[in-house]
């Protein structure tokens, strides 16, 4: 039935100018906005709504993932732009906050609106 339509996601944010400089910004993604929604557009083609919500109450899971060529430098870019990665594993995330439990390496970091986002490294 959905086969082929170009479904998308999205998820909340309490302040909707503070995501576009965030992701914008920060994160350096293309944006578009209407009707007080924003659009990231991802590498690939695809994309994610942001949309606002007064009583907004982060996930308390990873809503968004982007995968990188080198975590160690993608950590190393997040903080210097004053990112700060979380710890969520303090016995397996290294200094940096680079998660080295087995699987991908992988740390985590919030948007403006409390939402958990990461960056991995993907597999060679």
């Known amino acids: 039935m959905f086969k082929d339509t170009k479904a998308f996601s999205g998820f909340a944010v309490d302040d909707v100018p503070k995501a576009k400089e965030f992701y914008g ?4 993604l293309d944006i578009t906005e209407s009707f007080g929604l924003l659009r990231l557009h991802l590498a690939g083609g695809g994309s994610v709504v942001v949309y ?3 009583d907004h109450i982060p996930a308390t899971f990873t809503v968004l993932n982007f995968p990188v060529a080198n975590i160690e430098q993608a950590v190393d870019d997040l903080t210097a732009r004053g990112v700060h990665i979380e710890i969520y594993f303090a016995d397996k ?3 940096k906050g680079i998660f080295r439990g087995g699987g991908p390496l992988i740390a985590w970091f919030k948007d403006p609106a409390g939402n958990i ?3 991995l490294e993907e597999a060679e």
């Open 25 to 28: 910004q920060t994160l350096g």
């Open 52 to 54: 606002p919500k007064n």
């Open 117 to 119: 986002l990461s960056v």
């Open 93 to 95: 995330q290294d200094a």
